[in-house]
């Protein structure tokens, strides 16, 4: 008789839990409204960002681009077709995350300030650039690539460092344990007895 090789999934049950918690959350959140109100006429934000950089950052960065899809699914006009400009900042935020982790274990203080630093510069560029990209070239809300960015970081900038940045900080100082980082980028094979 020969043996089934066993198989081996691609994201652990602590993994599969937060997501589904974290996500549930941001769809439910985004579902009914619960929406923030940002400088630029008829603008509003979710927490959805809060969410997908949390789940990256305790269950990786597959966890994060599944939340950035249940975070946009309700959002009419926008929706799922834009979730992918969304998976750049999980999948940043878990190529950063481990050794900042070690770091803020060693020095809390430098490591939260690497923390902001780096959260900061993904949320700035990249990040609001995909945005400004698609304000201007899809949505046609804005002339240019360059002017969208620059008014999305300019008058945005506040309420998107709360939710990237400052709000993942907090929980990283405080709840160390909860966002150890137990994930790895692909599934790891069992050892042999």
Not at 9 to 22: D, E, K, N, Y
Request: net charge positive; glycine share 8%.
């Amino acid at each position: 008789m020969t043996e089934k090789p066993k198989r081996i999934p691609f994201m652990s049950a602590r993994q599969v839990a937060l997501t589904a918690v974290i996500g549930g959350i941001a769809f439910l959140c985004e579902a009914i409204g619960l929406w923030a109100p940002t400088p630029w006429p008829g603008g509003t934000i979710n927490i959805g960002g809060f969410a997908i950089t949390l789940a990256a950052m305790v269950a990786g960065p597959w966890a994060g681009c599944i939340v950035g899809f249940l975070d946009l699914t309700p959002m009419a006009g926008f929706g799922p077709i834009a979730s992918p400009l969304y998976w750049w900042t999980p999948l940043y935020t878990a190529a950063t995350y481990k050794p900042i982790y070690r770091l803020v274990q060693k020095n809390k203080v430098l490591g939260l300030i690497v923390f902001f630093i780096s959260q900061s510069l993904n949320m700035v560029f990249p990040h609001n650039l995909l945005f400004a990209w698609w304000f201007s070239a899809v949505t046609e809300s804005f002339p240019t690539v360059l002017s969208a960015w620059y008014y999305i970081t300019l008058t945005g900038y506040p309420i998107f460092a709360w939710i990237y940045v400052v709000l993942p900080m907090i929980v990283l100082a405080t709840a160390a344990d909860f966002v150890e980082p137990r994930w790895s980028w692909f599934p790891r094979r069992a050892k042999k007895d």
